[in-house]
T-cell receptor, first 112, second 113 residues
Framework: GNSVTQMEGPVTLSEEAFLTINCTYTATGYPSLFWYVQYPGEGLQLLLKATKADDKGSNKGFEATYRKETTSFHLEKGSVQVSDSAVYFCASWDTGRRALTFGSGTRLQVQP | NAGVTQTPKFRVLKTGQSMTLLCAQDMNHEYMYWYRQDPGMGLRLIHYSVGEGTTAKGEVPDGYNVSRLKKQNFLLGLESAAPSQTSVYFC????????????FGPGTRLLVL
């Protein structure tokens, strides 16, 4: 099956700093890739996705590019806000199971 | 349109007790899932269903059973709860198309003493 590895947290940044959260995957073929966000006390929400190589997903100022050469899908944002504080999960679609495989999550804390 | 709902929100059990978690979705989705979330381990798939009347084992199925008697509902059962099952449980649903989004419920926090 698939596996997803993302950088350990927590990541602590000051407001307006640049954010990168690394994510790499192993899979057969080229699965669709996703970033989900979990705000405190809530379920997961889809942040962005990319369904094929070289696609760029974007939403709310966040971006991630599907790089098949490096099997990566790193999440970036140019200027983070306090409201971006949350846990971010990278995931890949497992065609065999017809389910998402998640990374372990990265907690982001943005300080004013 | 409520999306994915879960009942209950929080529950405390004693070791050996049983309970059922209910998940309901109103989006007519074919696929439904149960995950558990533990600190530092992300979400792990317990069981899933690709249609009414079907279920399959995920990554960590031991100690759990599921049923999908109606398309909109997916039940997760613990027959004899153990402290290792203390976790936050998330249900999710998804349409069957290739580029469908998976939607999550708000979670059920379970504490087994």
């Amino acid at each position: 099956g698939n596996s997803v590895t993302q950088m350990e947290g927590p990541v602590t940044l000051s407001e307006e700093a640049f954010l990168t959260i690394n994510c790499t995957y192993t899979a057969t073929g080229y699965p669709s890739l996703f970033w989900y966000v979990q705000y405190p006390g809530e379920g997961l929400q889809l942040l962005l996705k990319a369904t094929k190589a070289d696609d760029k997903g974007s939403n709310k100022g966040f971006e991630a590019t599907y790089r098949k050469e490096t099997t990566s899908f790193h999440l970036e944002k140019g200027s983070v806000q306090v409201s971006d504080s949350a846990v971010y999960f990278c995931a890949s679609w497992d065609t065999g199971r017809r389910a998402l495989t998640f990374g372990s999550g990265t907690r982001l804390q943005v300080q004013p | 349109n409520a999306g994915v709902t879960q009942t209950p929100k929080f529950r405390v059990l004693k070791t050996g007790q049983s309970m059922t978690l209910l998940c309901a979705q109103d989006m007519n989705h074919e696929y439904m899932y149960w995950y558990r979330q533990d600190p530092g381990m992300g979400l792990r798939l317990i069981h899933y269903s690709v249609g009414e009347g079907t279920t399959a084992k995920g990554e960590v199925p031991d100690g759990y059973n599921v049923s999908r008697l109606k398309k909109q509902n997916f039940l997760l059962g613990l027959e004899s709860a153990a402290p290792s099952q203390t976790s936050v449980y998330f249900c999710a649903s998804r349409g069957s198309g290739r580029e469908e989004t998976q939607y999550f419920g708000p979670g059920t926090r379970l504490l087994v003493l």
